[in-house]
Nanobody, 124 residues
Framework: QEQLVESGGGLVQAGGSLRLSCAAS????????MGWFRQAPGREREFVAG????????YYSDSVKGRFTISRDNDKNMVDLQMNNLKPEDTAVYFC?????????????????WGKGTLVTVSS
């Protein structure tokens, strides 16, 4: 059974950095795009970053472009999100997700396996 487990969340001051990791098991991880999404209290889940199966293509939301970097290691079944220059508005639960296809998408409904999330809190 496929499983995604996120780690690396925590409390950080504005301007600081965190690195989130997602460990995948039970699937042919390397064949699919992977994504990071986030959900703040009272708000809908939103796309943050995505990466194609081969790491050739990456997408970012406008709100994180230039600050966040997504990467993957297919040999280790891991996908990471490096978050720099964090802002209070980045506070949310961050979710790792496995896409339906090899090519990356920004659409939530193109992702079919989800982790339980890790909380990131950025204080001002």
């Amino acid at each position: 059974q496929e499983q995604l487990v996120e780690s690396g969340g925590g409390l950080v001051q504005a301007g600081g950095s965190l690195r989130l990791s997602c460990a995948a098991s039970g699937s042919t991880f390397r064949n699919y795009a992977m994504g990071w999404f986030r959900q703040a209290p009272g708000r809908e889940r939103e796309f943050v970053a995505g990466i194609s199966w081969s790491s050739t293509t990456t997408y970012y939301s406008d709100s994180v472009k230039g600050r966040f970097t997504i990467s993957r290691d297919n040999d280790k079944n891991m996908v990471d999100l490096q978050m720099n220059n964090l802002k209070p508005e980045d506070t949310a639960v961050y979710f790792c997700a496995r896409g339906k296809y090899a090519l990356v998408s920004k659409e939530l409904n193109e992702y079919i396996v989800w982790g339980k999330g890790t909380l990131v809190t950025v204080s001002s």
